[in-house]
Nanobody, 119 residues
Framework: QVQLVESGGGLVQAGGSLRLSCAAS????????MGWYRQAPGKQRELVAV???????NYADSVNGRFTISRDNARNTVYLQMNDLKPEDTAVYYC?????????????WGQGTQVSVSS
């Protein structure tokens, strides 16, 4: 079972920055995609950013230009650098990785880390 441990959440004022980390228990090369999702109270979980094993990245329109996803293969860690944070970025942020085996796509999730942005 893959384990993902997130860290880096907290309370910050609008315009501030945070960096989230997601440490995986296995090599990142074993996964297809690695990403960050978030879920605000009363809302569905949504994709924030994803980085594929080949390197391409994709971002939600709401964070494009402010957030950057990256990976450190040596540390088995995925990062989410969040700049110019806004109150609407407040949510629980979840790390996700997936891999395909036998034609089935398996998803693994971290426990979540709270990000709160005050106005």
């Amino acid at each position: 079972q893959v384990q993902l441990v997130e860290s880096g959440g907290g309370l910050v004022q609008a315009g501030g920055s945070l960096r989230l980390s997601c440490a995986a228990s296995e090599s990142l090369f074993k996964f297809n995609d690695m990403g960050w999702y978030r879920q605000a109270p009363g809302k569905q979980r949504e994709l924030v950013a994803v980085i594929s094993s080949g390197g391409p990245t994709n971002y939600a329109d709401s964070v494009n230009g402010r957030f950057t996803i990256s990976r450190d293969n040596a540390r088995n860690t995925v990062y989410l650098q969040m700049n110019d944070l806004k109150p609407e970025d407040t949510a629980v942020y979840y790390c996700n990785v997936n891999r395909r085996s036998g034609g089935i796509l398996y998803n693994f999730w971290g426990q979540g880390t709270q990000v709160s942005v005050s106005s």
